[in-house]
């Protein structure tokens, strides 16, 4: 299956639609729901999984945790670990150039919000190690089809509110989180340096210390000497991972 970025972009629509729903007819349990989903989607997956590991791999994930939070990352629905992390891996080879669809810079607001409104190729040679392990192809694979058969067992067991709440609003949340970041750090005229933002480094779990993410990409702490929540959270998986180890008798 091809994962156009038409089909991407419905995806959006639907979980912005969505979530406005939410908005408007949702209960606060279902909102504060929807937002609990969307911080662990973004804490264990966006940031800590899908950026930090999947596209730069500066931290040496365990298996199992790779795969758990691959899934779990689905329904940020900001597609595949595929598509992500060729987006993201053509993004650092072109940032801020008018090859870079998420630079606004060179691109309005709302192309910058949504680039995949225009068709943007890319080489997959970028995600070779991707798609040359079982596990990521297969999931890049069936991407539609997961989403949707999980859509549609979820309101059959729950009902239309509560399956928006679990499984489609908050994949609008965790968008705008992504998207601010790129709007709000590569603001500026073409020469204008990268910007650090503390306040949306905070809310990002560290996306916003966004200048030495570029400076240094394989590093795994953005925030250096100040709190990156996303450090702090790849620092507590290893520790889990390590006392979780058999022990070998002597």
């Given amino acids: 299956m091809k994962l156009t970025n038409r089909r991407f972009l419905y995806l959006q629509i ?35 999984m899908y950026h930090r590991y999947l596209s730069h791999k500066s931290w040496q994930a365990p298996r ?23 987006s993201h891996r053509h993004h650092h080879a072109y940032a801020d150039t008018v090859k870079d669809p998420h630079s606004p810079r060179h691109n309005s607001i709302l192309r910058t ?18 798609l040359s392990d079982g596990f990521h192809r297969k999931v890049h694979e069936q991407y539609l089809v997961i989403i949707m058969t999980t859509i549609l067992f ?65 590093d795994p702490n953005f925030g250096v000497s100040k709190i990156d929540i996303g450090y702090q959270a790849i620092k507590l998986i290893l520790f889990l991972d390590k006392i979780n180890q058999p022990r070998t008798r002597v």
């Fill in 64 to 86: 199992w945790f790779e795969i758990f939070s691959t899934v779990l990352g689905i329904f940020s629905f900001t597609g595949s670990a595929v598509v992500r992390t060729l």
């Fill in 113 to 130: 919000y949504f680039p995949m409104i225009k068709e943007n190729k890319y080489n997959p040679l970028l995600v070779k190690d991707l």
């Fill in 154 to 218: 979820s309101f059959l067991l729950f009902g239309f509110n509560w399956t928006i709440t679990l499984f489609v609003a908050p994949g609008c949340i965790c968008w705008m989180n992504i998207s601010l970041c790129n709007i709000v750090c590569h603001w500026g005229k073409e020469d204008d340096v990268i910007k650090q933002n503390k306040l949306l480094a905070w809310l990002t779990f560290g996306e916003g210390y966004h200048k030495h993410h570029h400076d240094h990409p394989q």
């Fill in 14 to 48: 639907i979980a912005h639609i969505g979530f406005l729903y939410l908005l408007i007819v949702g209960t606060a349990i279902q909102l504060a729901t929807t937002l609990s989903i969307a911080i662990f989607i973004l804490l264990f997956s966006s940031t800590i």
